[in-house]
C-alpha cells in the first residue's frame, strides 16, 4: 500500500482555545519555534509524505499562506545577510505539495474527510488531525503506514487513556493480534464513563482506504450532530477491515491548554541555549515543596 497524500482537516473554530483563536487558527498558535501545524506536516513530510490536503474554510487561508513564498520577506532577509533563517523559511515553503478544498459548512471530522474525495481520487491515504502533536524515534504516522503495508488494510492510531477519560475520545473494541496491533470489532464515538469497550482511544492519525468514502457518503449525524468518522471506520471494522496501532511516543493535544503549554516547556527543554534558564525559572515559578 503507497500512500503519498495526506488529509489534514483545519476548517474547524478552535473554540477550546479562544480568546487566543478568535482571528488566529487554533493550528498556527505557535509551539516553540514553529506554528502547530508544521509540525503535523513535517510529521507526514518525514513518512514520506509529498502531498498534503487542507480541508480548509473561509478564514483559513493563513494555513495555506504558511507553506507558500513570502517574497517580501525573503528579500528583507536576503538584504541583511541572514542565511540561516531565509534558508530556513525556504524550507518550509519546499516542503510538501499543499493542495486546499473548501469545508463550507463545518459538520464533522467524517465530512471534512469526505470533502477532499476528489482530490484523493481512488488512492489510499493518511489522515492527520491539524492540532493532534506525535513524537519520538518514529514518526506518528510512520508506524501506522508500516501496519497498512504489511496487512494491506486501514489503520488507526490509538493510546491507552485513563477510565476517567474514555468519554472524549472514540474508544476501540478489538483483540490484539501481535504486539501493539489490534483487529477491531467495534468502535464507540464517547462513550460514557463506565461503559467503554476499552481504555485504547483513538487519536488523531489515520490510513485509509477509498473505500471509507462510500461509508462517509452514507452517513447520519452522530454524536453532537456531526457526521462522525468514528462511524464510518464501523463500516470497516464490521468487515474486518480496520486496524488498531498503540502508538509510542509523546503525543500533545494543541487544543488542550495544558497539553499545548507542556508541549512548549517539551521543545524549549530540548533547546541546549535555553534549557538552564528555563529550568531555573520553573523552579523559581514552583519552588520544591518544604522550602
Known sequence: MDVRKVVIPVAGWGTRSLPATKNIPKEMLPI????VVQYVVEEAQASGIDTVVLVTSQNKTIIEDHFDHNLTLENLLE???????????RDVANM???IAVRQKIQLGLGHAVLCAREVVKNEPFA???????????KPGIQQLLDVAKSENMAVVGVIEVPEGKVDRYGIIDGEEFRPGVFRVRNLVEKPAIGKAPSRMAIVGRY???????DYLEKLEPGVGGELQLTDALQGLASKDRLLA??????????GDWVEYLTANIYFALHDEDLHDDLVRRIHELVPCKGK
Open 32 to 35: 516553540f519555534k514553529k506554528p
Open 79 to 89: 538584504r541583511k545577510g541572514k542565511t540561516a533563517q531565509l534558508q530556513e523559511i
Open 96 to 98: 510538501v505539495n499543499i
Open 127 to 137: 489522515v492527520m488531525v491539524g492540532d493532534d502533536l506525535m513524537f519520538g524515534q
Open 207 to 213: 490510513v485509509l482506504t477509498p473505500e471509507i468514502f
Open 245 to 254: 496501532v498503540k502508538m509510542r511516543g509523546q503525543r500533545f493535544d494543541a
